[in-house]
């Protein structure tokens, strides 16, 4: 008798459970390493270019307002002298600070401009230099009628009120 080999069909395999992964292939890795490249790149330069910008932004506005208290100082000094020079003296002494007109009234102000022996003639104007907490001062280069030059150097202050700059005196 011929014995009948029969195989007995093989068990199937048993199907993952949950959490397994499913076999796929791996992700491609050709060009992975560039677009990391350029996406680093482009982040540095929007970094640099906001940090950048953000200095660049406070230096131009330090500069803008070392100009503008110059040209406010030019202004208020400026109209000070011709107020001198045109022998306006009400005029230079509502242009002077408090401090000063506490310590001067309008009369004394007046006479003491008046005894004095040099008349502004001529004035240049120089930069203004911040002093810290003590203020501004602004050197002035003064020709007088007498053919003499001489270098003063005039306090400012701001008015508190108006925000204005005046003269406080001058060394």
Same mark, same amino acid.
């Given at each position: 008798?011929?014995?009948?080999?029969?195989?007995?069909?093989?068990?199937?395999?048993?199907?993952?459970?949950p959490?397994?992964?499913?076999?796929?292939?791996? *992700?491609p890795?050709? &060009? /992975? $390493?560039t677009r990391? @490249?350029?996406? !680093?790149?482009?982040?540095?330069?929007?970094l *640099?270019?906001?940090? &950048? /910008? $953000?200095l660049v932004a @406070?230096?131009? !506005?330090?500069?803008?307002g070392?100009?503008?208290?110059?040209?406010?100082?030019h202004?208020?000094?400026?109209?000070?002298?011709?107020a001198?020079?045109?022998?306006?003296?009400?005029?230079?002494?509502?242009?002077?600070?408090?401090?000063?007109?506490?310590?001067?009234?309008?009369?004394?102000?007046?006479?003491?401009?008046?005894?004095?022996p040099?008349r502004?003639?001529?004035?240049?104007?120089?930069?203004?230099?911040?002093?810290g907490?003590?203020?501004?001062?602004?050197?002035v280069?003064?020709?007088?009628?007498?053919?003499?030059?001489?270098?003063?150097?005039?306090?400012?202050a701001?008015?508190?009120?108006?925000?204005?700059?005046?003269?406080?005196?001058r060394?």
């Amino acid at each position: 008798m011929i014995a009948a080999m029969t195989h007995a069909p093989a068990p199937s395999p048993v199907p993952p459970g949950p959490g397994a992964a499913p076999p796929f292939p791996a *992700a491609p890795s050709e &060009g /992975g $390493g560039t677009r990391l @490249g350029w996406a !680093l790149g482009i982040a540095g330069g929007l970094l *640099a270019l906001c940090c &950048g /910008g $953000g200095l660049v932004a @406070g230096v131009g !506005l330090a500069v803008t307002g070392v100009q503008a208290i110059n040209e406010r100082a030019h202004v208020a000094v400026g109209t000070y002298l011709d107020a001198l020079r045109e022998k306006k003296y009400d005029q230079a002494y509502e242009l002077l600070c408090e401090d000063e007109q506490r310590r001067l009234d309008l009369e004394r102000f007046t006479s003491q401009e008046q005894s004095r022996p040099e008349r502004i003639q001529s004035y240049e104007l120089g930069e203004v230099e911040l002093q810290g907490t003590s203020g501004i001062t602004l050197p002035v280069t003064e020709r007088y009628t007498d053919g003499d030059t001489e270098r003063v150097v005039y306090r400012l202050a701001q008015d508190p009120k108006t925000t204005d700059l005046e003269v406080c005196g001058r060394e």
